[in-house]
């Protein structure tokens, strides 16, 4: 995708309304909850420490009628995670509140009411967008597996080599094989979208490193990826177009 074009979206991508706003534009399901998810992440860390500052303040509003809902619109806060800091400031610990969020019912009826709609209008935080993300990493990897599988290429997965290395990719191959003329020994599979910032985080912790253990290796982001990413030395990226290419075995 060229840059524009992302900015543009990602720009468009503010609340949980968006969503579908961005979707009847004719983007595709997958990409724009990605974006979202991504953007929504990235606010939440730089604004953690600043809305939970406020708690006191946030808790004394809606003890005086404001809903939960209003106040992370208020804060421009994910909903779960506003609720969760009025329960932690009104005395109850982070697993009391998970498990409030995974049964409301434990609750009084009205705040079982306003969880239940802070669980069904946050596509991020809540259990169902939890599982989301689950299962878009699932998809990515038997995305990459069943490619590799097609082809014959042996390799060993993550959990196969856990504990052997510092670090591993999802998929090292049992030997060096070329990809679009490239030497290359692992493949890692993001089901997220490759923009400069979520780029340069995947390089810093896991694609550097790869490339210092293993050598040379392919990043596939599933979801798409910017047409414009400066790549580290020895760090080939790609995106779901990968499923048209094929490896090649180097000739003795």
């Not at 929504?40 to 420490?49: A, E, L, Q, Y």
């Not at 299962?135 to 990515?140: E, K, S, V």
């Not at 042996?154 to 049992?174: C, H, W």
Request: glycine share 6%.
């Amino acid at each position: 995708m060229e840059y524009e074009e992302y900015r543009a979206l990602y720009n468009n991508l503010n609340v949980y309304s968006d969503i579908a706003k961005m979707e009847s534009r004719g983007y595709e399901s997958r990409l724009v909850r990605t974006l979202y998810t991504q953007k929504t992440s990235r606010d939440v860390k730089k604004r953690f420490h600043i809305v939970k500052q406020n708690s006191k303040r946030m808790l004394k509003e809606w003890k005086n009628g404001k809903t939960m809902m209003e106040l992370a619109e208020k804060w421009r806060f994910p909903p779960v995670m506003t609720a969760m800091f009025l329960f932690l400031e009104d005395g109850a610990s982070k697993k009391e509140f998970w498990g409030y969020i995974n049964d409301p019912d434990k609750l009084r009826s009205d705040v079982a009411e306003e969880l239940r709609e802070v669980i069904e209008k946050d596509p991020v935080y809540s259990p169902a967008g939890n599982e989301e993300q689950r299962q878009r990493g699932i998809w990515g990897e038997t995305l990459l597996q069943n490619w590799l599988n097609e082809q014959g290429i042996g390799y060993r997965t993550e959990n196969d080599i856990r504990g052997e290395y510092e670090k591993t990719p999802d998929a090292l191959l049992d030997e060096p094989m070329m990809f679009e003329g490239k030497k290359i020994y692992w493949v890692e599979s993001k089901a997220s979208f490759g923009d400069n910032t979520e780029f340069r985080y995947n390089s810093r912790r896991q694609l550097e490193p790869y490339t210092q253990i293993f050598g040379p290796g392919v990043v596939v982001y599933w979801v798409g990826k910017l047409d414009d990413l400066e790549c580290p030395p020895d760090v080939y990226v790609q995106d779901i177009s990968i499923l048209e290419k094929k490896l090649e075995r180097i000739e003795d």
